[in-house]
């Protein structure tokens, strides 16, 4: 009896008893036993934990065992399955009394009807192919418009997706910085890796029913959306996930969470999105998801330390080079100017494309702006740094007010010795600006963005 021949026979034995086909984790416990690997060995391969595979395991013996009438487990595997197919060519009958009472009838079962594969274990050092179907619902998804170099960070990006097999990417960072446009980009050059693609677009209307109904009529168009919300528990997307090879993009993800709280802080209404992140981080899938906002979900800073299948790309300003291109389409200024102006404003494109269209006299302007070493706000671009200051909590407002204070950057223990906050409430205020990128940490020492400073300062007089 082939290899295959006995995955093919375990695969009907666990859809026989579960109605469902053996996962690509489940596939690689048989096809490992069989083949002598340890739990440890068939862990490393498919890069999860050796308990989980271990659970895995016990629990496919079990349905095997009350298959079989008989004690099976990863010892005796093999023989077992030997067994079973003497007996199945020896009688043109049911192969297990347990089956039949299943209603489920498998006669002259025919091991030649398909060649199994083994089963898809992630190679670090190839991409993956293009699926043989592709579902992409991307009507959410914008134009990509002009895109300016960002290299590095889409191979980053592919490393992560298309090489370590991540499930999990949030990509962070100060609005206008290009967070949409990269991820754009990089759904223009991998998409066909995957068999199914999502773009879902939070915004505060968003529920959790309406996300897992647009996520499972991609798979399965025939479903009823009405159905979806009325029978919620039936349908669960981690099955789809795992399943297909899919990448599913959320965008503006801080619609997730409070305002007026620290970052990345659930609505209740939205607690259902953070079981769906556990699941995606407990559970063996072979799907990945985008996540963009101008925050994340604080429980990830946790779980980054300890499953490298999560990763978070904070997005910074364009490199110098790639901004006075910027400056040299829109006909501007000479690029030794030009370099002063990238660094007041971070390089941040959505600003620096605000400043050369908001501005008249653009070039005394950046005279004047190197001269008196001045930031200029112009009210579309208070406009964008008052929708994030709207959902600071009142800690993180009274901690800016502290630093706005200081010219030079400061450490912590100046902070706590003039007492203003409690440290606690300080430390915590302190990492949640950093998440959001209102703060600059370097060395030890915090200091505030120039455009942050001149919005702050500009608040209060």
Not at 36 to 48: L, M, Q, S, W
Not at 89 to 96: E, G, Y
Not at 210 to 230: G, M, Y
């Amino acid at each position: 009896m082939t290899l295959d021949e006995m995955l093919k026979l375990a695969d009907d034995l666990v859809f026989a008893k579960t109605g469902q086909h053996l996962s690509d984790l489940q596939e690689k416990v048989v096809w490992g036993t069989i083949q002598g690997e340890t739990y440890e060995k068939i862990a490393e391969d498919f890069h999860c934990n050796e308990s989980y595979v271990r659970d895995i395991g016990s629990k496919l013996w079990h349905i095997f065992s009350e298959s079989l009438g008989e004690e099976v487990n990863k010892s005796n595997l093999r023989s077992s399955m030997q067994r079973l197919q003497v007996s199945l060519f020896s009688s043109n009958s049911l192969f297990s009394s347990n089956i039949a009472q299943e209603s489920v009838q498998i006669r002259n079962i025919n091991f030649c009807e398909k060649t199994r594969q083994p089963p898809d274990i992630p190679n670090s050092n190839s991409d993956y192919q293009q699926p043989q179907t592709e579902n992409h619902e991307l009507s959410e998804m914008p134009e990509l418009g002009v895109f300016y170099d960002r290299t590095s960070e889409l191979e980053t990006l592919k490393t992560w997706i298309l090489q370590e097999r991540c499930r999990l990417i949030t990509i962070t960072g100060i609005s206008g910085i290009g967070k949409t446009k990269l991820t754009v980009k990089l759904i223009q050059e991998i998409q066909h890796n995957f068999e199914y693609i999502l773009w879902y677009n939070l915004d505060n209307s968003s529920s959790f029913t309406e996300f897992k109904a647009e996520l499972i009529e991609l798979f399965d168009p025939n479903t009823d959306s009405e159905l979806i919300a009325k029978n919620g528990k039936r349908f669960k997307p981690i099955k789809y996930l795992q399943k297909h090879r899919c990448l599913v993009v959320i965008d503006n993800l801080h619609n997730l969470f409070f305002s007026n709280q620290l970052a990345g802080q659930y609505q209740s209404k939205y607690e259902e999105f953070r079981y769906l992140f556990k699941q995606i981080e407990e559970l063996s899938h072979q799907s990945c998801f985008l996540l963009i906002g101008w925050e994340q979900p604080i429980e990830l800073t946790e779980i980054r330390s300890s499953n490298p299948k999560f990763k978070t790309l904070t997005l910074r300003g364009l490199e110098t080079t790639t901004i006075a291109e910027f400056f040299r389409d829109q006909e501007v200024g000479d690029d030794e100017k030009l370099i002063n102006i990238i660094h007041q404003y971070q390089g941040n494109p959505l600003w620096l494309n605000i400043i050369v269209n908001s501005i008249l006299d653009l070039e005394n302007v950046i005279q004047k702006i190197i001269e008196n070493n001045t930031i200029f706000l112009p009210q579309s671009l208070k406009d964008n740094l008052q929708q994030q200051f709207n959902r600071l909590s009142p800690l993180e407002k009274q901690v800016l007010l502290e630093l706005v204070q200081d010219e030079e950057p400061v450490n912590l223990a100046q902070l706590l010795i003039r007492g203003q906050i409690p440290s606690s409430d300080l430390l915590n205020a302190l990492q949640s600006l950093l998440r959001r990128c209102w703060l600059e940490k370097q060395d030890h020492l915090y200091c505030l963005p120039a455009v942050v400073r001149q919005y702050i300062t500009d608040l209060n007089h």
